[in-house]
């Protein structure tokens, strides 16, 4: 009987998979980068399990302007969906976030980072496991690097998650640019079953939790 219900599970996680066939191309979006210029705002690199779940969480933030899914800690040569969402690359699924620095700050971006996923769980966030799905930041500078330190020492000692934070705190060096049809895939592709199932709940767990922070319209 136990095997049965194991069964089912994984069966139902499978399906509910940021590498699953929910990867279609029904719509598909043009480059967001190309549209506009964004040379005025500042960027900074987060990683925390499928990219379609952190854009959307990123993006309904106040101050940021854009938020690109992406690839980050790989080389370029291996920048594409097929490989890192197979785990064949270093690559973590990753967001280049837009924001300007006088509505929201860095610091501001490192909370909702660890505010909207669980950074304890290794090379895992949610139905989606591998280590193309880890938890990472990857600072620019040392200014950002002792921001996220800093964080995460209030972190520990306020006790605020129960398990070791194993997110990756590492240099950044190059981000790669999803495919198109990965670009605001939430919000194009509304009854995809891992959207309704996965990425939904976790932008309204943290839209609950930090009301503050929203865009007027994000509420």
Not at 33 to 55: H, I, M, N, P, R
Not at 149 to 175: H, Q, R, S
Not at 197 to 218: I, M, T, W
């Amino acid at each position: 009987m136990k095997s049965i219900v194991l069964t089912i599970l994984t069966l139902f996680f499978c399906t509910l998979s940021c590498t699953s066939n929910t990867a279609t191309k029904e719509h598909v979006a043009k480059e967001k980068v190309t549209q506009q210029d964004l040379s005025k705002y500042e960027t900074a690199y987060f990683a925390s399990g499928c990219f379609w779940c952190v854009e959307a969480v990123f993006e309904s933030v106040k101050g940021v302007k854009e938020v690109v899914s992406g690839y980050a800690g790989g080389k370029a040569e291996t920048a594409n969906y097929q490989l890192v969402s197979a785990g064949r690359t270093d690559h973590a699924e990753a967001v280049k976030v837009y924001y300007d620095a006088k509505v929201v700050s860095y610091e501001t971006l490192v909370k909702v980072f660890f505010g909207s996923h669980d950074p304890t769980t290794l090379n895992r966030q949610g139905p989606d496991a591998g280590r193309q799905y880890r938890s990472a930041i990857f600072y620019k500078n040392a200014k950002e690097k002792k921001i996220v330190d800093t964080y995460i020492k209030k972190l520990i000692a306020d006790k605020v998650f129960n398990g070791t934070i194993t997110t990756e705190i590492t240099p950044y060096k190059a981000f790669y640019d999803a495919e198109a049809y990965h670009q605001d895939y939430e919000a194009n592709n509304p009854n995809n079953p891992y959207i309704r199932g996965v990425s939904v709940p976790r932008l309204k767990r943290f839209q609950k939790k930090f009301p503050e922070l929203l865009k007027k319209d994000a509420h």
